[in-house]
């Protein structure tokens, strides 16, 4: 079986990729998804979590305080370093072990929507990288839209590689800047040419 692994900025439109791939009948494994599952109470990520970053980040319920775990983490590469040697080799397991659930009854392609892909160094563990792009002016648009603000947006920038690097990196690009039927008809060009092994 074939894996994509779909990368890209925060608002750039991953999972708009995600849902098109769905439709397409393509398995899709969100680690996001697989992150927050990590740390819901009574998982063992959630104890060492609390044990690293105290229990300040945890809020009145024993659940994770995901706002102020992130004021920390981001303000602070050490702490988001720590964070991450937690919640990445849980997150790359759990998505291996999907991706190969799959493989075994039989399915030819799947894809992993994995927004740090380069930064947690992945890359190997998928046969093609496609990044999803847009400028960051529109970028920043969409992040007011759910509610960020602009400091907010610059801390999360600041901390991930750069999106024309993640371009250059990729074997793939989709430029999510117009409509979504042209969001979908890249990804449909994507497709035909990386499941006949064309870059």
Known sequence: ??????????????SACGELLRERGIGVIDTDEIARDLVRPG????????????????DSAGRLDRGRLALQVFAN????KRLE????????????????KWADEGQSIA????P????????K??????CVACSEATQIRRLRQRGWT????????????STARKMELSDYVIWSEGSLALHAAQLDLVLKHFSSGRR
Not at 43 to 58: D, K, Q, S
Not at 85 to 100: C, S, T
Not at 111 to 114: C, G, H
């Open 125 to 130: 563990d998928v046969d093609a990288a496609l």
């Open 43 to 58: 998982e063992p990520a959630l104890r060492e979590i609390a044990e690293a970053f105290g229990n300040a980040v945890l």
């Open 85 to 100: 040697m937690i919640l990445h080799p849980k997150i790359r397991q759990r998505w291996l072990d999907g991706v190969q």
């Open 77 to 80: 590469e050490q702490d988001r």
């Open 150 to 161: 602009d400091e907010e947006t610059k801390r999360r920038l600041a901390a991930q590689m």
């Open 1 to 14: 079986m074939k894996v994509l692994g779909i990368t890209g900025g925060i608002g750039m439109g991953k």
């Open 116 to 123: 740090l892909l380069f930064e947690a160094g992945v890359r």
């Open 111 to 114: 894809a992993v929507l994995i």
